[in-house]
């Protein structure tokens, strides 16, 4: 005689997974759509040059980018 403390199972494991991944998608998915899908700056080669070189460089080559122009 089984004991009476066996648990049935509802779900299988794979479909019980595929469930839990679902769900954790769609937490991710609402998290980056309330946090960062609405944040998009503006962004142009002197902009970047700034964060990558520092604030030095970047004057140099928006310098160069309006004698050029």
């Known amino acids: 005689m089984p004991f009476p403390s066996k648990h049935i199972r509802f779900l299988s494991y794979s479909k019980e997974i595929t469930l839990a991944l679902l769900v954790k998608f769609l937490l991710l998915g609402g ?34 980018n309006k004698e050029g122009h």
């Open 31 to 64: 998290l980056w759509w309330l946090f960062f899908s609405g944040n998009k700056p503006p962004v142009n080669g002197a902009i970047i040059a700034e964060k990558i070189f520092g604030a030095q460089h970047s004057t140099t080559i928006s310098q160069q």
